[in-house]
């Protein structure tokens, strides 16, 4: 267990400023002050949790299990979770897939010990942090890929697909759950939207991808469309912004 860090004690530390040079005393009043907030990490995650699990993410796995996996629970033992975040969005449909190993990995440590705590009561799922590029160092293939709202945050995305063939197990299948534009629209406003709310809530939510451009993606590195469907959640604004799409994919050989 972690060590527990002792509350500041305002006394204390005034009597502590009070024995000290003026730039002692400045330094001491940042360090005090910056030890009263979360840290970066921390507010990441409660933002990721509070507004875009809760809206945005737990909404489309839901869709990925009832419109994608329902019908194929018989076909498939194992799922990776790539960019498993805090969680919460493969906790909220995982007592569907209790009998299923589920391996969940992130790049972001702050998310994975928030992701280990949400998920402390569902003993089916592992919990890693790893860069999705050294999967292969796990030693393990998997029957499910399933990007959720990863891919477009791949900086190599060709080779996140060559990885992704080594590791899936015959006849399984790829899911990306991510925002995709129409090519023919000006998305000026989305443009300036992720930026900003990058900025604003730290989380980054990568660039904007077009449809005719993932399709693209898709076919030139030997995988093919099985199905593909937009998500919504009745008058849940986000998917009428953000155009959010559900596919499901596998390798042609």
């Known amino acids: 267990p972690k060590p527990q860090t002792p509350n ?12 000290c040079g003026f730039f002692e005393k400045i330094k001491s009043l940042f360090t005090y002050l910056f030890s009263l907030l979360p840290s970066i990490s921390e507010i990441r995650s409660n933002i990721y949790d509070l507004i875009f699990s809760k809206f945005l993410t737990v909404a489309s796995y839901k869709v990925l299990y009832e419109q994608f996996l329902a019908d194929k629970l018989q076909s498939f033992k194992s799922i990776l979770d790539i960019g498993i975040a805090t969680g919460i969005p493969i906790r909220s449909i995982n007592h569907h897939l209790k009998d299923k190993e589920i391996t969940g990995i992130d790049i972001d440590e702050h998310y994975i010990d928030k992701a280990r705590a949400n998920l402390k009561q569902e003993p089916n799922i592992e919990v890693m942090h790893l860069n999705f590029y050294d999967i292969e160092t796990f030693k393990r293939k998997f029957d499910v890929l399933l990007f959720g709202s990863s891919f477009m945050l791949m900086p190599d995305q060709k080779k996140a697909l060559e990885v992704s063939k080594r590791v899936l197990n015959k006849n399984g299948k790829v899911y990306f759950l991510l925002t995709l534009y129409k090519s023919s629209n000006n998305h000026s406003i989305i443009k300036r939207i992720k930026p900003i709310l990058k900025k604003y809530t730290s989380v980054d939510f990568g660039r904007l991808i077009y449809e005719d451009e993932m399709e693209q993606i898709i076919t030139s590195n030997g995988l ?6 937009r998500v919504f959640q009745g008058v849940n604004p986000l998917f009428y912004i953000f155009r959010f799409f559900c596919i499901e994919c596998e390798f042609v050989n």
Do not use: D, G, Q
Not at 9 to 15: G, T
Not at 224 to 229: G, M, N, T
């Open 224 to 229: 093919r469309i099985v199905k593909k469907e």
């Open 8 to 19: 500041p004690n305002p006394l204390s530390f005034y009597l502590i400023i009070m024995n």
